[in-house]
């Protein structure tokens, strides 16, 4: 008997002859040749519809064996499929009798493991080839996203520094000449005035407002700038502590006569104090701005527990904000009203969003128009 063993190639789309015992050279390249020219489609059908050819030499479907099987005095061909586990061949162990019989039952058991063994081998082989092709792109990726994201920081360091450069040019090349216009035309209306026409006083106080508020507006630019990227350590901050001395602090509050109400118990939460008074001075700033003149402002603090958070609340009876605008109010410059109605830079509530998310928490408004908001954010319990 000479056995030989056949397997399908990777691409799926040729067999090869790959092992043979007691195979002469010349029956080695004539399965080669005749393996490479046939697909496994074809092959398979062949060797599932003749699983016994008891005459090589005159089967149809072995043509191309015809000749050589005379020539080396094979009789027999006994073809097994290697099939997967799911059913897919893998190949096929194939052997041929010299002599004109047909394999006995011991014969088939053993061939039975043979290939049922060959089956788990080859489908091992292949899965840690694929493997070590799949370790071998993951590393690849792996540097490629590397030097990826080594770029990017370099271009993301880069950057920071340039807005660190313009921050600080904000900061002092820009405000110096920004407060001589507007300490001079001060001047020019406290001494002058008298000798200057209506109109020419109406120009300068236009100016002196216009630089005030562009001081204003750089003034939040350069606080948005410092909370976006400054380094933070979150600690527990005790409200019960904090809220009434931040309260006590707040001059809108006496200059307006606000009422601002405290609901007790206030938990201790993880946060920053600086972001933490920024966020209330900007949202109790805005109740009272945002209030209409003949109503006393009215604000209420509370908190409520969420699992492992706390919802920080500060209501307010103003006059309230269109749902429409809720996404636009967080946005740098997203005034929602005139400047000739409500002053304001328009970034106050974006430097509260930002403040919020450096803490890990978020933020949101319950709010209908005419009957004042609530705006809300959340904080790790401490």
Known sequence: MVVTVLLVDPDGQHLSFVAGTRCPDALSHALKTFATATSPDQDSA???SHPVVSNLRRDDVWKELHAFAEEN?????????IASARGAILGFLVAYYREPVLPNRQEREIVDVA???AAIAI?????????RESQERLQMYAETLEQTVNERT??????????EAFSYSVSHDMRAPLRSMQGYAELLLSTHSSQLPDEGTHYLQRISKNAERLELLVRDVLAYSKVAKEEIVLTPIDLEAFLPSLVAQLSDLQRTRAEVHLQHPLPTVMGHEAYLSQIFSNLVGNAIKFTRPEVTPRIEISTERRGEEIMLRVRDNGIGIDPQHFQRIFEIFGRVHPDR??????????IVK???????????????LGDGSCFWFTLKLA
């Open 154 to 163: 370099a271009k993301l360091r880069e950057t920071i520094g340039e807005l």
């Open 123 to 131: 489908e091992r082989s292949r899965s840690e080839r694929a493997l």
């Open 46 to 48: 062949v060797h599932a």
């Open 73 to 81: 005095g094979l009789h027999v061909a006994w073809s097994n499929p």
């Open 115 to 117: 290939v049922r063994t």
């Open 354 to 368: 930002k403040a919020v998310h450096r803490m890990g928490g978020s933020i949101g408004i319950d709010s209908t």
């Open 341 to 350: 109605m409500y002053e304001g830079t328009g970034i106050g509530l974006s």
